[in-house]
């Protein structure tokens, strides 16, 4: 079953604009929310993370709203660069608890394109 | 300072062939993770390592196998691969609660 579900496919946006991917999750278990950046030809590279207990963080142009009610968080990537297209992934942990490994779980992957 | 390096980067294999894919990382990261990555699934993962000797089943372990026999290096075997095993692989590594660390994958076709 898919235990997070990532939103859209693809996206198109133009330089300046802002970009934005939802996410949403079932298993209440989860507990830090990773969002990954792949390039073409690279491995996914850890982007911007979050906990449950915060419903935003920024890092500069990258921002991670989260709604623990809804089971829903997003990125927003503002003032969209040609630089920034490329894969995008978000994930849900659920930690160890105890057990001696934190499964993480990913979404499906959005292919970002952002034209100059 | 490489961080994870896999080999090789790319392969093509014939149906019922086998091979091993190496990750070796350099990071003196506890837990070692292989994943397959396929179009509109997003990163699965195969088998894990939580330490040196010991390993443990993912979501779709089935056709594959691994080996732990150092600290540093994390072997995935195809021992009769298979078309449905085209797929990029990806390794990770990291600490116990710590966000994974990911080579930059082997491109694995199977004719």
């Known amino acids: 079953q898919q235990q997070v579900k990532q939103s859209p496919q693809s996206l198109i946006v133009q330089k300046g604009g802002i970009s934005i991917i939802n996410c949403a999750y079932e298993n209440t278990a989860f507990d830090y929310f990773p969002w990954y950046q792949q390039f073409p030809g690279k491995g996914p590279a850890l982007l911007i993370a979050i906990r449950p207990d915060v419903s935003e963080k920024k890092e500069g142009r990258f921002t991670i709203s989260f709604n623990k009610s809804a089971k829903q968080f997003s990125l927003h990537i503002m003032d969209s660069q040609p630089g920034d297209s490329a894969t995008y992934f978000c994930?849900?942990?659920?930690?160890?608890?105890?057990?001696?490994?934190?499964?993480?779980?990913f979404g499906q992957g959005t292919i970002l394109t952002v034209h100059p | 300072n490489a961080g994870v390096t896999q080999t090789p980067k790319f392969r093509v294999l014939k149906t019922g062939q086998s091979m091993t894919l190496l990750c070796a990382q350099d990071?003196?990261?506890?837990?070692m993770y292989w994943y397959r990555q396929d179009p509109g699934m997003g990163l699965r993962l195969i088998h894990y390592?939580?330490?040196?000797?010991?390993?443990a089943k993912g979501e779709v372990p089935d056709g594959y196998n691994v080996s732990r026999l150092k600290k540093q290096n994390f072997l995935l075997g195809l021992e009769s691969a298979a078309p449905s095993q085209t797929s990029v692989y990806f390794c990770?590594?990291?600490?116990?609660?710590?966000?994974?660390?990911f080579g930059d994958g082997t491109r694995l076709s199977i004719l």
């Open positions: 990071m003196n990261h506890e837990y």
């Open positions: 994930a849900a942990w659920e930690g160890t608890g105890g057990t001696s490994y934190g499964k993480l779980t």
């Open positions: 990770a590594s990291s600490k116990r609660d710590q966000p994974q660390h």
């Open positions: 390592s939580v330490g040196e000797g010991t390993t």
